[in-house]
Structures are given as structure tokens and as C-alpha cells.
């Protein structure tokens, strides 16, 4: 099992909230009981699924996952399991929130940067989208927009994502994603050299940090809805020596030039939006790369490639009790017909294997999944 | 700076199917102790460990530790103080249920 690491020197950049012993402690008790419960309750839980899924009539085949949700409904153990799973959530929160207010002090200070290599833009008057007000996203307290005038929501966000990821998404970076989505540009084209690059709901930078170290020359903006995610954003790239231009938009409507960008993407941004964002954000993708730019959208894989009733349940219930808005609607959509819609050219959908650097591939793309992490779902196409 | 604290209740859960909200309740407050328990005993290691490495304890000090008459009797003082205050909801239920049935008892001998 990967270790948390708590040296602020072995990290890859100081910004991160460091635990004391005892939150230390804790948080590695949140993440072992994360385990527990998907590897001690889980397996269970989904034996049970399935030997009910078998006696659920064949003739229903429509809306399965709800049958099957009737029928665990009936067992305490069905109930118990996701009640466990989401207080492990919560308890993974409270405890963070907790280490991270105690050294608030000491990240103001370390988020002072005195010569920038980028920039961040807020806007007291943004108008938050109405998918991130009507539940906390992976039920972080507060919410991707919450802004106290601090950077503390972003530090929450940076070391809850660490720990949330239990390391599968490259320990206290959390960038698979990003360096991923990179890879897929440069399996499309490896002579890639975009002057421009736009990362559509960036949350703290992890997965604009790769863009900006793949393509050094360019220059690249990330825009998420959250002042105070937006503000870590920026000192964090300073920190890891990107040079990051930041601004608090939405990925439907920005404020950039028509035509001004050559590779805009996105990780996964699609499921915690709404069905009708996700055209706005491709008509908005349209709109500001150049003719012959690339659009890249990185997803988890999508629920058709499950194969089972109870993994499409599953599914649901994360959507449901973890708050994640769009989880069906991106996880079924159509994605070649939504791509041909917003007007793109040499659509590729399907999966790039995960890439610990972009620079280094694999340069793969293919129609099957890998599996969940070792590959990422991706759709993109040329303006 | 004077700061606001970070939120600690998140927007929107919703109802677990067939699940009391008291369950979910002592379910969080069980995963609580049990973090806290977790905390304390890994605070305990940590203290043996630097008072062996100061040389302020031996290695398997604690262990071989054997409580005198009088350290039994405060031990065993705090044991059922702490089971009292831990299960004092489960007597009283009890209680309860034995006064109600002794009054219903009464109530049919004296009709």
C-alpha cells in the first residue's frame, strides 16, 4: 500500500496542507477504512447483487439497475454498506478540513508568490452554474465554488483529492489525468506545439500543471467556478514552477477570443455538470480553437462498457450519495454524434491507457477499456 | 488573519433507502471513536517509543508492567466508571421496561 507522505521537503510541491501526528494518523485511518469498506463489505455486497440480479425475470430488461436496487433494498447489509461508504467520505472532510485550518497561516504565506510566471482572475460577480450549487460534489463541505477570500477551499480540495485517490492518481500530484489527456494529443499528433492551451474546469491546476509542463512554450489558462480553489490553483503551479494563467469562468461561456486557442480539454469535467452544459461546452470547445485545433475530453469510463446490472448500480448509487450531477448523463452519452454536432473532424472516442508523463505515452488509443484507472475514457476531434 | 472556518456539512445528502437517520447517525459516531481510538493508540506508541529512545523507559516496560494493589484497585474504580457512563442508556431502558411491567403486573392483581 502507498504511504501518505508527510515530509514537506519529499513532496513534489511545499503548498499542500502537511498533517501533524495525530491528523496524520487519522488520515490514514480514513483511507484504510476506504479499503475496508470496498474490499472487506463491498465484494460481498456484490455477490449478494448478482445472486439477485440472476432472479430477477429476463424479460426485464428495462431499467435493471432499479429492479435490482429494489431487491437490495431489502437486506440491512446493502443499506449498511452505503452508509458506511459515505460517513468514510464525510469523516475523510471533517478530518482534512481540520489539519488544513490549523495551518492556514502558514499557506497564506506560502501562497505569497513575489514574481509570478502566471496569474489568477476572480470575479465577485460570477454567476455559479446551478449543477454546482444544488449538491457538494463529492460531498466536500462547502463546494467546488465556496469562497471565504482564502485559498483554503483549494487546500482542501488538493490534499482531500490525495487521499480520496488513495495514490491511484499519482499520490500527492493527482495528475494521471492530465499528463493522459496530454498523451492523447500527442498520440493524435506527436509533433504537436500548441501555442495556446485552455483547461476547462481546472479545480486546483492538477491536471493543467501537465500541459504547461509538456508544451513549456505555450501559454495556458485553466478556468474553474471557485475563487478560493482558484487562488490555490495559482500558487500551487508557482510552486511546481508553471506558468498558469487562471480565471474563475464558466467552461460554457468564457471571456477568450474566438479561434485563440489550439488545444482546449478537459478532465473529467462532463459528469459534474449537466447534460445541456456538456453541448454548451462543446459549442464553447467550437468556438475557441482555431480551425485544425484540438478538442481532448477525458472521462471515466463509460457505463455501457460495464457489463453487469449491479456495476451500472453501483454506478448510480456513487452519482447519487457521493454528489456527482451528470454521472448518467456523461456516462451515456452519445459522444461521436455530440462531437459531430458542435461541428469537429476526425472524431477518436474510445480509451488511452493512463500516462505517468505525457512525453513518455504510451501513445495508444483504443475502443476497450483497460480498466478503471489504468486507462481513461476520451473523446476528441479536430475545429 | 481572523478567517471564517472551513464548512463542515455538506450540501445535499440524500436519504439512504430504508436507512433511519438514527442508524446513519450512530454509524457516523461509531467511525468517529473509531478514528479517535485509532489516534490515541497510535499517540501511545509514538510516546513509548520516544521515552525508549530517551532512555526514560525500557523496551517492554509496559508490557511487563504488573499494577500493584493499590493501581488494580484505581484501575478497577475507572473501568466501572467508564462501562457506567457507556451503557447507562442500555440499564435505563432496561429499567424502564422492568417498571412497566411490574406496574401492568400490579394493575391486573388489584383488578
Known amino acids: ?383 | 488573519m481572523t478567517r471564517t472556518p472551513l464548512p463542515r456539512t455538506p450540501n445535499r445528502l440524500d436519504l439512504i433507502e430504508g436507512s433511519r437517520a438514527l442508524d446513519e447517525q450512530l454509524m457516523a459516531m461509531i467511525i468517529a471513536l473509531t478514528s479517535e481510538v485509532t489516534v490515541l493508540r497510535a499517540r501511545l506508541d509514538a510516546a513509548e517509543r520516544l521515552l525508549v529512545a530517551g532512555g526514560a523507559l525500557q523496551a517492554g516496560a509496559i508490557d511487563a508492567y504488573v499494577p500493584d494493589d493499590a493501581a488494580s484497585k484505581e484501575r478497577e474504580a475507572l473501568r466501572h466508571a467508564t462501562m457506567k457512563k457507556v451503557f447507562r442508556p442500555l440499564r435505563e431502558a432496561a429499567e424502564k421496561e422492568l417498571e412497566a411491567a411490574q406496574n401492568a403486573k400490579e394493575e391486573e392483581t388489584s383488578r
Not at chain 1, 165 to 178: A, P, S, W
Request: hydrophobic share 40%; charged share 20%; proline share 5%.
Open chain 1, 1 to 383: 500500500m502507498i504511504e501518505i507522505p508527510e515530509q514537506r521537503a519529499a513532496l513534489d510541491h511545499p503548498l499542500i496542507a502537511l498533517p501533524d501526528h495525530d491528523e496524520l494518523v487519522e488520515q490514514l485511518f480514513v483511507r484504510d477504512l476506504k479499503v475496508f469498506v470496498g474490499s472487506q463489505l463491498e465484494p460481498t455486497v456484490a455477490k449478494l447483487a448478482r445472486h439477485e440480479d440472476a432472479a430477477i425475470p429476463a424479460a426485464v430488461t428495462n431499467n435493471r439497475p432499479s429492479a435490482l436496487q429494489e431487491r437490495m433494498n431489502e437486506h440491512e447489509s446493502f443499506r449498511t454498506w452505503q452508509v458506511m461508504k459515505r460517513e468514510a467520505q464525510r469523516h475523510l472532510w471533517a478530518t482534512v478540513a481540520d489539519s488544513v485550518e490549523r495551518q492556514g497561516d502558514e499557506l497564506e504565506r506560502l501562497a505569497q508568490i513575489e514574481k509570478p510566471l502566471g496569474s489568477v482572475r476572480t470575479n465577485p460577480d460570477f454567476q455559479v452554474p446551478a449543477y454546482i450549487l444544488s449538491g457538494d460534489i463529492h460531498l466536500m463541505p462547502g463546494g467546488n465554488a465556496h469562497d471565504d477570500g482564502s485559498l483554503l477551499q483549494g487546500a482542501l480540495m488538493d490534499r482531500g483529492g490525495a487521499v480520496y485517490m488513495l495514490g491511484r492518481n499519482g499520490g500527492m500530484l493527482n495528475d494521471l489525468r492530465g499528463q493522459t489527456a496530454i498523451a492523447h494529443a500527442l498520440t493524435r499528433f506527436p509533433d504537436f506545439a500548441p501555442q495556446r492551451i485552455l483547461d476547462l474546469g481546472c479545480g486546483i491546476g492538477t491536471s493543467t500543471v501537465p500541459a504547461a509542463k509538456a508544451f513549456p512554450e505555450a501559454e495556458v489558462h485553466g478556468v474553474d467556478v471557485g475563487a478560493s480553489i482558484l487562488r490555490y490553483a495559482h500558487a500551487r503551479a508557482e510552486h511546481l514552477g508553471a506558468a498558469i494563467h487562471f480565471s474563475q469562468q464558466s467552461a460554457e461561456k468564457t471571456d477568450f477570443e474566438d479561434g485563440s486557442f489550439d488545444l482546449v480539454y478537459s478532465c473529467v469535467l462532463f459528469h459534474e455538470t449537466s447534460q445541456a452544459a456538456v453541448m454548451n461546452i462543446m459549442a464553447e470547445c467550437k468556438r475557441l480553437l482555431r480551425p485544425g485545433g484540438l478538442m481532448v475530453h477525458l472521462e471515466v469510463p463509460l457505463l455501457h462498457d460495464n457489463t453487469d446490472t449491479w456495476t451500472e448500480l453501483n454506478g448510480a448509487l456513487e452519482a447519487q450519495y457521493n454528489n456527482e450531477p451528470n454521472w448518467r448523463g456523461a456516462l451515456t452519452a452519445d459522444y461521436r454524434g455530440l462531437i459531430e454536432a458542435a461541428g469537429f473532424r476526425d472524431l477518436m472516442v474510445g480509451y488511452q491507457p493512463t500516462s505517468q508523463s505525457a512525453r513518455q505515452g504510451p501513445f495508444r488509443f483504443g475502443e476497450e477499456s483497460e480498466g478503471v484507472f489504468r486507462s481513461w475514457f476520451i473523446a476528441s476531434g479536430v475545429a
